[in-house]
């Protein structure tokens, strides 16, 4: 069930007025309602994985309990290990078992071994990668003594499922999330009405922007062999608007739906393509995910506390994991590589945390001569690591950069579909101070129906049926 369909419409208008009006004045019943809610939104891809979502929700909502209540620190070890095998297992079954199997294959071909292992012929459950670390968060936590595990099962089953995170994030933490779950929720008009100011910011991002760079993006990618430099280089930038466009877009969609229903969601993008290094694009990009390595694998590697070699050795894992959780593909594995030689420099030289305060400009109107030579320098690196994430193979990607250097000064072909960059990069740099309330300077019923009309006359989404980018992961 796509957000950027009828279907959901229908689906999110029936509950709207079900969890408020029916069951508004019970939360209990509200979270009972959230969590079938849930179960549907979920089972519309495929109700086999509502099965195996109830598995994942039960295995860390029990050890989350046992490790609570377990009177030695061995026995809370041995608990959180084992749930977290049992999560990685689950993880690596559906995702990762044929490509390492292939690997393997591979391998021992260049040995001159002829193998033949048993590949599985499954689909990949819909945000498998996303609740897996929702619910291995809260078991780290209940561990580290952070949070105390919460006995209503319901309540605990909504932090995992609810349904405007449940496919593609943001990945939310136990004590963010469940304090609102466990507690009333009343409609505030404000509140709904910024809501809905992200809903169709999101929308207008994903199905006016990213819909229509995606159809110029797959037709340069998969034929990039016979395009020239030019066009070459205007299908990487016109991915990097189009992922970005697809996965803010669904994060403003996320946000501005928990907002209808009285909750508040972490944010997950602060305009990455404004930021002035790669370690502030970090800070800018997909932060749940980026915050969450830092957390649970960073800093229990030991960080940076154990000098630069350890810390070296930590910012390759993270980022090459971030990679690989991304996708089973050496594809995915090099641009995470790819991130962590970018980062490395900042690190040694400790500059790594130079612009971790304000937006670029935040107190003007333009950026300075300097700040806009390190952005789009930062875009340039970045966009060059977007060809490795898009590309089939590693040699795809490698064959596409070669590629730039031939024609690179003739006129590219799909040079009008810049206005879309044009556009959306303008009216991010008006909303840049708050990312949470898009363009706050236009009262919010005239700025809703402005963009409700727009995504009526030029949206492309439902007409050429493009799902989400990281649905897939």
């Known amino acids: 069930m796509l957000f950027n369909s009828v279907i959901f419409l229908i689906f999110f208008v029936t509950f709207f007025f079900a969890y408020w009006f029916v069951v508004g004045r019970s939360m209990r019943l509200q979270n009972v309602l959230i969590l079938l809610a849930s179960y549907l939104f979920y089972g519309w891809w495929d109700w086999r994985f509502v099965f195996l979502l109830m598995l994942s929700t039960l295995i860390d909502y029990f050890f989350g309990l046992i490790i609570h209540q377990s009177t030695t620190q061995a026995k809370k070890k041995l608990y959180l290990w084992l749930s977290i095998v049992n999560n990685l297992g689950i993880l690596a079954f559906f995702k990762y078992y044929n490509f390492f199997a292939e690997t393997f294959q591979e391998f021992l071909a260049g040995f001159g071994l002829e193998t033949h292992p048993y590949v599985l012929n499954i689909l990949l459950p819909v945000g498998i990668s996303f609740y897996t670390f929702h619910g291995m968060s809260y078991v780290l936590d209940i561990y580290n003594g952070k ?23 943001p990945i939310e933490r136990a004590n963010h999330l469940l304090p609102q779950v466990a507690k ?3 409609f505030r008009y404000e509140q709904a009405m910024d809501g809905l100011r992200l809903i169709v910011w999101g929308l207008f991002k994903k199905v006016v922007i990213a819909d229509n760079l995606a159809v110029i993006v797959n037709d340069i ?11 070459l280089v205007l299908g990487a930038v016109f991915f990097a608007f189009q992922i970005y466009g697809d996965f803010s877009g669904y994060t403003d969609i996320a946000l501005g739906t928990a907002k ?8 997950n993008f602060k305009f990455p393509y404004f930021s002035r290094d790669i370690a502030e694009f970090w800070r800018r990009w997909h932060i749940s995910l980026s915050s969450w390595f830092r957390d649970y694998v960073y800093i229990p590697l030991g960080g940076s506390a154990g000098g630069k070699a350890q810390a070296l050795r930590n910012i390759f894992v993270i980022f090459l994991l971030s990679g690989f959780w991304h996708g089973a593909k050496w594809t995915y594995i090099l641009w995470g590589g790819y991130h962590a030689l970018l980062y490395v420099p900042l690190f040694m030289v400790n500059t790594n945390r130079k612009h971790t305060g304000e937006i670029v400009a935040a107190n003007s109107w333009f950026p300075s001569v300097r700040e806009t030579f390190q952005m789009v320098l930062t875009f340039v690196l ?3 690591g977007w060809i490795f994430f898009r590309a089939d193979t590693v ?6 950069i070669q590629g730039i250097g031939h024609h690179l000064l003739t006129m590219p072909k799909y040079a009008d579909s810049l206005l879309l960059v044009a556009l959306l990069l303008v009216l991010d740099w008006l909303s840049r101070r708050d990312e949470r309330r898009p363009h706050a300077f236009i009262p919010a019923l005239p700025y809703v129906l402005v963009l409700t009309i727009i995504l009526l006359l030029f949206g492309k989404g439902q007409e050429n049926n493009i799902e989400f980018i990281y649905f897939q992961f």
Do not use: Q
């Open 147 to 169: 949070v105390t595990p919460f006995k209503n099962f319901v309540d605990y089953a909504v932090f995992v499922c609810f349904f405007p995170l449940l496919v593609a994030g």
């Open 184 to 186: 009333p929720r009343v």
């Open 221 to 231: 990618f998969s034929n990039y062999s016979h395009e020239s430099g030019s066009t």
């Open 260 to 267: 209808l229903l009285g909750f508040e969601l972490l944010t």
């Open 382 to 384: 970045v966009t060059i």
């Open 395 to 400: 040699r795809d990607a490698f064959h596409y």
